[in-house]
């Protein structure tokens, strides 16, 4: 029988630090997100969820509350809530270039996505060079498969990541 979290369940992500904060508002040490597996956190997607940007402004004017004006150390995510795999068990394959397979991890933002950018090739058919990745991501290694479509159309072309 699955879990239901019930109607008045929230996720809670929280901002912690570490190490001094002097008296010119000056941390000397680390700024921590700590997520707790919330998958709407600056979701595009899901109704009631801050946008990215908003969502972004509000940590920034929680971190000022605080008292803190600069950090002079990291700013870290911490994804540790959950350990194990970042697929369901029984997700299907064809399932998780959606956007809705956003991965089982203790900290997700913005349905952890990352944009393809193309370049525009001449010929339909041709496979057009990506040009740009969005976030940057450390360790994305990525295999082109698909050409661009043979008739004039929209192009939507999924991603999709390997299980294990």
């Given at each position: 029988m699955p879990y239901i979290l019930g109607t008045d369940f929230r996720f809670k992500?929280?901002?912690?630090?570490?190490?001094?904060?002097?008296?010119?508002?000056?941390?000397?040490?680390n700024l921590y997100i700590k997520g707790?597996?919330?998958?709407?956190?600056?979701?595009?997607?899901?109704?009631?969820s801050l946008p990215l940007a908003a969502l972004l402004s509000t940590w920034v004017e929680a971190v000022k509350k605080a008292g803190i004006r600069q950090i002079d150390g990291k700013i870290?995510?911490?994804?540790?809530?959950?350990?194990?795999?970042?697929?369901?068990?029984?997700?299907?394959w064809y399932d998780l270039g959606n956007y809705y397979a956003a991965g089982i991890w203790g900290l997700n933002i913005h349905e952890n996505y990352y944009y393809l950018h193309f370049q525009q090739?001449?010929?339909l058919g041709d496979t057009p060079p990506i040009a740009k990745?969005?976030?940057?991501?450390?360790?994305?290694?990525?295999i082109q498969r698909r050409c661009s479509p043979s008739e004039k159309g929209r192009w939507r072309p999924n991603a999709y990541h390997s299980i294990g």
């Open positions: 992500t929280e901002l912690q630090y570490d190490g001094t904060l002097d008296a010119n508002g000056v941390l000397k040490g707790y597996g919330d998958p709407t956190l600056g979701s595009p997607e899901m109704e009631n870290v995510g911490d994804a540790s809530y959950f350990k194990g795999g970042e697929s369901g068990d029984t997700w299907q090739v001449n010929q990745i969005d976030p940057m991501l450390p360790n994305l290694y990525l």
